[in-house]
């Protein structure tokens, strides 16, 4: 099957992008997930000009590296979420800052440009985030109405659906990052999120472990159950560690302080099966990439990179064409 290993370059936003494919490739991935944020893709130019364009297959060619997706998070989350968050006002341009309408308006603008601009680049999907305004009513007091947490679905399908309908005209999917802070944050979001949306051939998921894990659902058992849906698979990982003082919520501790009850780590340094998930993939027939996020306060970049790299070529095996207990019969 061979399913090429890629690497995310958002957390490699602060090099240069043709220092990160060169990095990159000398460790030895197939290929990037471009993030639509540092200097590694602007959209509105991707979308607009065809020079952008021919400027990054160039270095992508001079690395011989090949690009599966572009991931635009930032952009993404500013549709659903623009209103009463200060911090959005580091996504979206300066000029824009305290004008939630406008944020919005960008967000919008943004996530149809990335539309184009995957096409463009020749990738068939796009990764991100499309915000949530309910997840500040997570905790159900003060008290929570089942209407209140519709009005939200309802406003995301408003709010996105002529997003997906660009995605359609550009022939290109949106796989949204199921992770909390988003609308679809869990199984049973997922599941409200693709209905209220109809299963529309334009909406699936980008299958990241690490966000389910430390919920304490079965990544494998919702790679199985929405494997239909699934358009494309993160290898990143999570430890959970409640040892009696640490909580689940993490306390506003940030990443990769030891405190915490639980931290993204480097692939292979937690808790996720990655191999009843590539299982599943198989039994599935994803033939996608696997990218690896690398987000890992407590170990070096490029050491955890490469480590990474190693790891999913290690688990990146193909279904067996054979039965076992074939050759006992007559």
């Known amino acids: 099957m061979a399913r090429p290993i890629t690497i995310f370059t958002g957390q490699w936003a602060d090099l240069p992008f043709e220092q990160v494919c060169k990095t990159v490739s000398e460790i030895g991935y197939d290929g990037v997930e471009i993030a639509c944020w540092g200097d590694h893709m602007d959209v509105e130019k991707g979308a607009k000009d065809p020079s952008y364009i021919a400027e990054k297959k160039a270095i992508l060619k001079k690395y011989n590296l090949q690009c ?23 996504f979206a341009p300066k000029k824009l800052s305290g004008n939630d309408q406008a944020i919005r308006d960008w967000g919008i603008q943004q996530m149809m440009y990335t539309a184009q601009a995957a096409k463009n680049m020749g990738c068939s999907v796009v990764t991100g985030f499309m915000g949530s305004p309910i997840w500040k009513f997570l905790y159900s007091f003060p008290s929570t109405s089942e209407m209140m947490v519709e009005a939200g679905y309802q406003e995301i399908y408003e709010l996105w659906t002529p997003i997906l309908d660009e995605f359609d005209r550009q022939g290109v999917k949106f796989a949204l990052e199921v992770h909390p802070s988003e609308i679809a944050y869990d199984y049973y979001s997922t599941e409200r999120l693709l209905q209220k949306f109809s299963h529309r051939a334009a909406l699936g998921i980008n299958f990241d472990p690490s966000h389910l894990q430390w919920q304490g659902l079965d990544p494998a058992l919702f790679f199985r159950d929405f494997a239909k849906r699934i358009y494309h698979v993160h290898i990143k990982d999570c430890y959970v560690k409640l040892d009696g003082r640490s909580g689940i919520l993490g306390s506003h501790i940030q990443f990769g302080d030891l405190r915490r009850g639980w931290n993204f780590v480097s692939p292979g340094h937690g808790d996720v ?36 790299l190693a790891l999913s070529r290690k688990i990146n095996f193909d279904p067996s064409n054979v039965d076992f207990d074939g050759a006992m019969e007559n």
């Open 68 to 90: 599966f997706a572009l991931g635009n998070h930032l952009g993404g989350q500013c549709v659903g979420d623009a209103f009463g968050d200060p911090r959005l006002a580091g």
């Open 273 to 308: 099966n990655f191999d009843m998930i590539i299982r599943e993939a198989n039994a599935a027939g994803y033939k996608g990439p696997l990218s690896v996020e690398w987000e890992d306060n407590g170990m070096d970049r490029i050491f955890g990179a490469t480590e990474a």
